[in-house]
């Protein structure tokens, strides 16, 4: 994210402010509708008739988790489409204190850079918020910004103590990024030198003067920092860097060294294989971890074509799905006349139509692993088919010797086809 308008770094997505407009998208819902027509305390079955496993279009089957609120396809796709713009082993950091390259004008910016994605405090943002200390914190498993807080230690004598709290409160082992936006000395407090020190093992805070430059990168607790820059000369930019290793499930063996990176008992390599995240300990949300559990896939159907047979044909078709599992599977068919049999163990679907079947059904198959489905739908259309015409009786005739017979033969066909 890097927030710019006007050429111009803005103090964190103003939504209110029109003139710093920030673009970007988010999920409203994560289902439609739940529970909305119908009776609110059971899923609908009515409406008019779509591709739903019921065979109607209630809003209970739409969103990226289903009406037992378990994770569909699709909020696993979007996870892992997020996550694969991380880096799994390590993240490149930047902290500047930016006083607009020598020159004052009050332009000075705080700015915290992960990768490419930038976030920034203005010296003139919200209402001085901006002057001071800028702090950003960030998880050390995966390298999310967790919180970005600015201390105006220049124009309020509280700004100290509530930055000396807030260290206390961050854990050992987060990251640590801080600069300094502007003055920063003013008012801070010699507590707030030696919170900032502890937290950071900070050598050169003490000294930092008035108008000075001061930016660090640090993981709380760690003793020393993994980058720390100073320079007292008056209105001088500054930029200081780290590369930070990652280490998700905390044991101490950094993501490039560990086989596993989230410790759920699947290696990375095997997840990595099946198109798992070797980040995410339990991928389908179950409360089972991906190295235990047995059943991470849906069912995925194959698929349903249409069926055309006459009246009279047999129908004998093997419905299938495949499941990454290899889990047991369940078929349950909806639409089919009493005369099919379907054998839900194997999906085979057989039925002896009769003159009497003809017509046209929507089928639903809905295939099971026991915790998750897939489902698709066909037609099957029972014709008529060519029935023989039927002659009519022609009876007996009699005519007189050496005299000519005439009569006209008369039959009818039942599909009113043209006979000859
Ligand atoms: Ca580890
Ligand atoms: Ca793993
Ligand atoms: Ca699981
Ligand atoms: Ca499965």
Same mark, same amino acid.
């Given at each position: 994210?890097?927030i710019?308008s006007g050429?111009k770094?803005?103090?964190i *997505?103003?939504a209110?402010d029109p003139?710093?407009? *920030?673009l ?10 739940w ?6 305390? =059971?899923h609908s079955?009515?409406?008019f008739?779509f591709s739903?496993?019921?065979?109607y279009s209630?809003?209970?089957? +739409?969103?990226?988790?289903d009406?037992?609120?378990e994770?569909?396809q ?7 489409a997020?996550? =694969? ?6 993240i ?9 390259e020598?020159?004052a004008?009050?332009?000075q910016?705080?700015r915290f850079?992960k990768? %490419?994605d930038?976030? *920034?405090?203005?010296? %003139?943002?919200a209402g001085?918020?901006g002057?001071?200390?800028s702090v950003?914190?960030?998880d ?5 910004f967790e919180?970005?807080?600015v201390f105006?230690?220049?124009g309020? /004598?509280?700004?100290s103590q509530l930055?000396v ?9 987060k990251?640590?990024m801080?600069?300094?936006c502007?003055d920063?000395?003013a008012r ?8 900032i020190?502890?937290?950071t093992?900070s ?6 003067v008035?108008?000075? /430059?001061w930016?660090i990168?640090?993981?709380?607790g ?10 007292n000369?008056q209105w001088?930019?500054?930029?200081v860097?780290?590369v930070?290793?990652?280490d998700t499930?905390?044991d101490g063996?950094?993501n490039?060294?560990?086989a596993?990176?989230d ?8 997840e ?13 949300d179950?409360g ?8 991470m ?7 349903l074509?249409?069926?055309e047979?006459?009246?009279g044909e047999l129908i004998?078709?093997?419905i =299938?799905?495949d499941?990454?599992?290899?889990n047991?599977?369940?078929y ?9 049999t379907f ?6 679907? +057989?039925?002896?139509t ?5 017509? /046209?059904y929507?089928i639903t ?7 998750y489905? %897939?489902y698709?739908t ?11 015409p039927v ?8 005519v007189d010797?050496?005299?000519l017979?005439s ?5 009818t066909?039942?599909d009113?086809d043209?006979?000859?």
């Open positions: 994210m890097t710019i050429g770094y803005i103090p *997505c103003p209110d003139q710093n407009p *920030c970007g998208a988010t999920f409203f819902e994560w289902s439609d509708e529970w909305k027509a119908g009776t609110p305390s =059971s079955t009515n409406g008739y739903m496993p019921d065979g209630n809003e209970e089957w +739409y969103g990226i988790v009406i037992y609120r994770p569909r699709a909020y696993h796709t979007l996870a892992a997020y996550r =694969s713009s991380m880096s799994r082993d390590t490149k950091l930047k902290a500047d204190s930016n006083y607009g020598g020159t004008t009050w332009d910016w705080a850079h990768g %490419d930038s976030i *920034c405090y203005a010296r %003139d943002g001085g918020g002057k001071g200390i950003g914190v960030l050390g498993g995966f390298g999310h919180e970005i807080k105006n230690t220049e309020s /004598s509280a700004a930055l709290d807030f260290l206390s409160e961050v854990d050992d082992g990251i640590l801080m600069t300094v502007i920063a000395t801070l407090s010699d507590p707030a030198r030696l919170a020190e502890s937290a093992g050598t050169e805070i003490r000294n930092l008035k108008y000075g /430059s930016a990168i640090a993981k709380k760690a003793g020393a920092p993994l980058a720390e820059g100073i320079d000369t001088i930019d500054l930029t860097e780290a930070v290793d990652l499930d905390g063996i950094v490039k060294d560990d596993d990176d410790n759920d008992g699947m290696s990375d390599t095997d990595l294989a099946v198109g798992l995240d070797p980040l995410d300990v339990d991928t389908d179950d089972i971890l991906d190295g235990v559990d047995s059943n896939f849906p069912p995925v159907l194959q698929l074509a249409d069926i047979v006459n009246a004998n078709i093997t =299938s799905a499941d990454a599992d290899v047991t599977l369940t349950i068919a909806f639409g089919l006349p009493d005369s099919a054998n839900t163990a194997t999906g085979q679907l +057989y039925w002896q009769t003159a009497d079947n003809t017509g /046209s929507g198959i809905i295939v099971t692993d026991s915790e489905y %897939d698709g066909f037609i099957i259309n029972v014709n008529q088919g060519n029935r023989p002659l009519n009786p022609i009876g007996n005739k009699s010797e050496n005299s017979l009569f006209t033969l008369q039959a066909d039942p009113l043209t006979l000859s």
